[in-house]
Structure formats: structure tokens, C-alpha cells
């Protein structure tokens, strides 16, 4: 690097060089608060206002923001530069936002004090992390110091130091590639592929579904609206879905006056009113659990999957892996379109090199090693030289990246820095097999526990005393020292191993050695994942009310005992939530998964009445002599009173069908549609048949383990 003296001449000089090579840098503002904002004015003295997005609460008067509380809010639309104020909160997932706006020929100007500093920076971001009781004193530095080590060994960036002036690298001329619309709209031959692919699948055999794969900025939402404005013109119907509205502002803009027709509906929504559809886009498949695409996929006979492979709305790398299997399975016929080439920069653009390092957007996993029979350990990850360990920190961001439906950035600060967070590794020689991420939660202090009790404190984290005690009535749990599974991921092709339940019986062991007194997790939950907690000994306590957006799910509490202090609690609850289950299937739970459903009752011990009339009625119903609504009473009762020693059942559509309609009271319109019936009279003639399956003596039908 050269060190120069400040002007605009010297900035626009390197703009021109940096909008020749149609790709991005990033400057470093290092100093005080005030130097680096008016440092980040001077340099953008010339560039109107609108074209720079600014993530800081101390952004000129007018300036265009990004808001705190929605960093995604402005998806779709490109900035001619950035600002990331570092002083305002050095958010992950926000300042990867931020760089994805920047269009070719931008600068990111990052404003912070000396990076020689950065491990002892008082960021306001660690409000956002930090865990009564320990707060933010207790949150760690080793993101800020990594960020400080990845930027030391970039070559492509500009450093302006308060105290050392501004410092230039050299940067080197690359190819450009020159790139003009054609007809349809397409502006590089990913593209053209991609908008033919489509057009297959809306034109071409019925299930087929087709996986649109890339980076950001390789224009996959665009040549999704182009596909949308052809489509549209041929008078098909044509829906789409995302996590957010924002999700798809590229894909409207690109489909233009014809996005009136376009339907948007949110995730949930969708899978609630299953509105015909000639085509659905599903555009960040990555950012959705598996199982709400699985539904979506047995519904509509014609599905596009779009997913980033690397970026902040959630990777698609552990969608890659968790999600082709299944697609494998149900739909052979299945097709891959992979977009390489990006558009609004060119390839190896020095700003995405950075950020991908900064962040771990493409993270690497170890080399395996031949310690086939070497013994299992339980390894903790403890970061602290990032130059020593970084090998090590990339395996277990990418494993829990693979095992995941959803990694952010902001999940690597979590993994760094949180004060309550601990790492445990189970491992054969070098090679790590499994991750857990662990937060250590309860004892609070008597006050703050006695807030939360009462209603009037709801403290960030602590989930687990918290759902106990203003969920569950046991306060007590407040105060005692307890284990929440925040995160447990096993290699992908070492899955089905029993490596999860290894890892499990593993920390388990360790939480008694040191105390504690249970361990347990909250999930979005699944017939599949519950399983895997049951078999290893684990209640259910609670089921959320809503479902996730992003993963349709319902939020599950599961805890294990690990002492007699936590005993009663387990038990209380535990009674309390078998009473009250059934009822709530009436109504709060009225969509929860059949199969859900039937894996919760296997493990419950759900008391209600079942009288000698009720058996007369059944029969009389089982021989064709009395109605469904005559009997409905009698049956509900039945079935929650034969539920133990069911076991755990298989789903199959008769049981669906009991589910449904008799455990969640839903019309029977709303049964006959979801299972694919004739209508109402194949619906009672399934439903009959249901139950003298449910009351026949024969053995039960086990799934496959649930084991991780």
C-alpha cells in the first residue's frame, strides 16, 4: 500500500479504476466516532444522497437508511455505495445486507475505531447478544478480533487512518466482462438457461421440480420475473412465495406491468389456503425448513426451488444437503440449475472476497483423516487465536451450515461471542463428527426472578426458565442451573449413526458433573426431530401456539431431569401439559402435523374419562348403525384414552383423517382436501375404518429412528 493525502481527485481517480473493473471495494475508516463520520462525508462529497444507504443512527439529516429492525427492508434495490457504522453496531446480518445492495463500481465505507482496537471496542451491538445475568460484560470480542485479523491480510482495500493518512492499494487489472440485455431480457448465459428451465417446468411433465442455485447477485430473482412477465402473458397462474414480501421485490421489478397478476403468499399462508396454481416460485428456499417445502412440493405439481448458496438471508448450502435427498426420493425426475456468473459485478470482486472470508460465507470443512478407529471425544471449542484456529472454526461453522436450514452471519457472532454460549465437539482424531451449541441458563437473581413470575421483566435468552415459569407455572425454574440445546448437528454422511445421541449422553454426563440441574432444548418441531429427543429420554412440555414463518413449525420445549431438585418441576409440567393438550388441539392447535400429533401422544400419559356408555356407542358406530355425529363424544374420548399403549404409530391417511377430524374438530372439508379424498362419503368410510384399526389388538407399525 501507498500512503497518500486525502482529496476528492484521489477518490474520484480510484473510483474510475474501481467502475472500470465494474467491481467493489471496501474503505476502512479507522478513529474516533466524529473523525470517521466526517471522514465518510468528505468522501462521499460528491455522490447525491440517494445513492448511498447508510446502516447508522448517525446518518446525515435525509440520508437513505437501513432500518435497525429490518435489515432486509430494502432487498431488491441497488445502491451506488454503503456506509457501515461500526459505532452504531457492528450487526453481521446487516452489514452482509448492506454489501448485497452495493452496485458494481461502489465503495462500502466501514467506519470504526483503529483495527488494532477491535478487540476491546465497546460495541452497542453486544446490547443485542448479551444474557442476563451476566449482560454485557460477560459477552465475548473473538468476532471483532477475527474481522480485525481477516482485514489485516486483505490486499484489496483502502485504509484512511486518523493518525496515518490514507493508505491505497495496488489494485490489480482483471478481466471485465461486458454484458448487454437480449430480447427476453437475459444478460448472461446462466440466465438463459435458467429462464428456459422454468419454462420447462411450467410447460413439461408434471412433477418435475426444478432447484435454481446461486450466489447473491447472479440475477436468480431477475430471470424468475422474466419468467413470471412470459408466463403471465400466456394467461398461466403463477404464485410465489418467500419469507418476506421483500424477498421478492427483484422478482416484481423484473416481472413488470405483468406483476399485477403475480400472487404473493406468505409461506404459512400458502399451505393454509393452497390457492390453485398453474406455477410456484419459491424464491430463498434456503431461508424455509425442509418440511414446509416437502408440503408445498406434494401439492403443486409444478415447483421452481430458488435458493442462495452464500448470503445473509440463510444459506443454501445445508439445503443442498438435507433437502436433495428427499427430492431424490419423491421426485426423481428432479433438476439442478446452478447460476455461476454474477451480474451486477464481475467475478472475483474484491468487496464479496472479503465479506466472504469476514463472515465464513463459504467456510470449509476439514480434510478427513484416517483415524477411522481412533476413540470418540467430546472436544470444547473455546476460540481465541484466530490464526491458530481458524481451520478448526470454518469445520464447525460449515457442519452446523450443512445440518441446518437456516445460518446467518449474526449466528457467527453468537458462536464467538455469546456470554452464555458454550461450543462442545464430539470428535475422532481431528475430524469433527458433531457440534452442539449450549447456552447455560437460570440461576437469576431472586429480584429479577420474582419480575419475570409476575409478568413485568422478559429479559433476552433464558429460554428455557422463562417458557417454565410464566408457560408452565413453575417459577422455580428460574433459579435453578439449567442447559438449553440450542443447536445439535451432525456431519452430513455421518447422520443415522446414533452420533446425535452419542453427543446427547455425552453433555448430559458433563451437565451432572458440573451441577447442573436439566438439560433440555427448544426446536421447530417435527414428527422426525421429536423422535430423536424422545428416544434419548426427553418430555414435551409445550407446544408454541404460532407457527414459525419461516419454518411453518410449531416452537417444541423438551427436558430432561438431571437431578432431584428438577424432578417435581418435570413432573408438574409434564402433568399440566398432558391435561391440557387434548383441549388444545380444539382449538390453538388445530393445524399441528397429524404426525406430530400421534408422536406427541405416544410418549403421554393423557388422562380423560372414557365411560361404559361411550363403548356402546362405538360399536353401534363400528357396525354401521350410528352416524359420526352421533358418536363424535364417545370417540374423542376413546382415542385420548387408548393413547398410551398405542405406541408409536405410523401415519397413515386413516389416521391423518382421525386426527384431523375427530382430535382437531376440523370440518370435513378441511379433512377431505388436505389427504386428496373423493369427498365427504370416502372421507366417513375412511374414518370408520380408521378406528376399528385404532381399537384392533394387532401389533403397531414402528418408523424409521428419528436419531441425528
Known sequence: MKTVEFSLEVVNKLQHHVQQQQRRLLVLLEGDPDWTLTAAQRWLADVQAQQVLWWSQRAPSGSWCLPPQRINHELGREACHGVFDYYSGANPDALAALAGTISAGGF????????????????????????EPGGTAAVGSGFLTRAAWVLRQQDCLVRWCQHQGLQLPKLPSLPVVRRQPDAQGCVTEDQRQALQAILRVAQGHRKRPLVLQADRGRGKSAVMGLAVRLLLAQGKRVLVTAPRPESVATLKRFAGDAQ????????????????????????????LSPNLLQRMLDHYSRTVLATTVAGYEGTGRGFVHRF?????????????????????????????????????????????????????????????????????????????????????????????????????????????LAVALVAQEGMLPADLATEIAQGRRRPHGQVLPQTLAVHGDQPQALQLPLWRVVRIAVQPQDQGEGLGSELLQRLQTLAQAEGVAALGSVFSGTAQVLRFWQQ???????????????????????????????????????????????????????????????????????????????????????????????VVASLWRCLWHGSARQGRLSLTPGRQLLVMKVMQGLSWADSVQPLGLSGIREAREQLRQAVADWLSPGPNQIPPSGDL
Open 260 to 287: 399485477d397478476g403475480l400472487q404473493y403468499q406468505a409461506p404459512d399462508q400458502l399451505l393454509q389456503r393452497l390457492p390453485p396454481a398453474d406455477l410456484l416460485l419459491v424464491d430463498e428456499a434456503a431461508a
Open 324 to 432: 436433495q435427498p428427499h427430492l431424490q426420493a419423491r421426485f426423481p425426475g428432479w433438476r439442478l440449475c446452478e447460476m455461476v456468473e454474477p451480474i451486477r459485478w464481475q467475478q472475483q470482486d474484491w468487496l464479496e472476497q472479503t465479506l466472504e472470508q469476514m463472515l465464513l460465507l463459504r467456510a470449509s470443512p476439514l480434510p478427513s483423516d484416517s483415524a477411522g478407529s481412533a476413540p470418540l471425544t467430546l472436544e470444547t471449542f473455546d476460540y481465541q487465536c484466530p490464526a491458530q484456529q481458524e481451520a478448526r472454526l470454518q469445520a464447525v461453522f460449515e457442519l452446523l451450515v450443512a445440518a441446518h436450514y437456516r445460518t446467518r452471519p449474526s449466528d457467527l457472532r453468537m458462536l464467538l461471542d455469546g456470554g452464555n454460549l458454550r461450543v462442545f465437539l464430539l470428535c475422532r482424531g481431528s475430524q469433527v
Open 536 to 630: 434419548n429420554g426427553y418430555l414435551t412440555l409445550r407446544v408454541g401456539y404460532r407457527p414459525e414463518v419461516t419454518t411453518g413449525g410449531h416452537s417444541l420445549l423438551v427436558l430432561k431431569s438431571l437431578c432431584p431438585e428438577s424432578a417435581p418441576l418435570l413432573k408438574a409440567a409434564r402433568t399440566a401439559f398432558e391435561a391440557d393438550f387434548p383441549h388444545q388441539l380444539l382449538d390453538t392447535h388445530r393445524h399441528l402435523p397429524a404426525d406430530l400429533v400421534l408422536a406427541i401422544m405416544h410418549q403421554g400419559q393423557f388422562t380423560v374419562a372414557y365411560y361404559e356408555r361411550d363403548q356402546v356407542r362405538l360399536r353401534r358406530y363400528l357396525a354401521g348403525y350410528a352416524k359420526y355425529e352421533n
Open 108 to 131: 462500502l465505507l466501514l467506519l470504526a475505531p483503529s483495527l488494532q482496537d477491535w478487540p476491546d471496542f465497546a460495541d452497542p451491538y453486544r446490547e443485542k447478544i448479551a444474557v
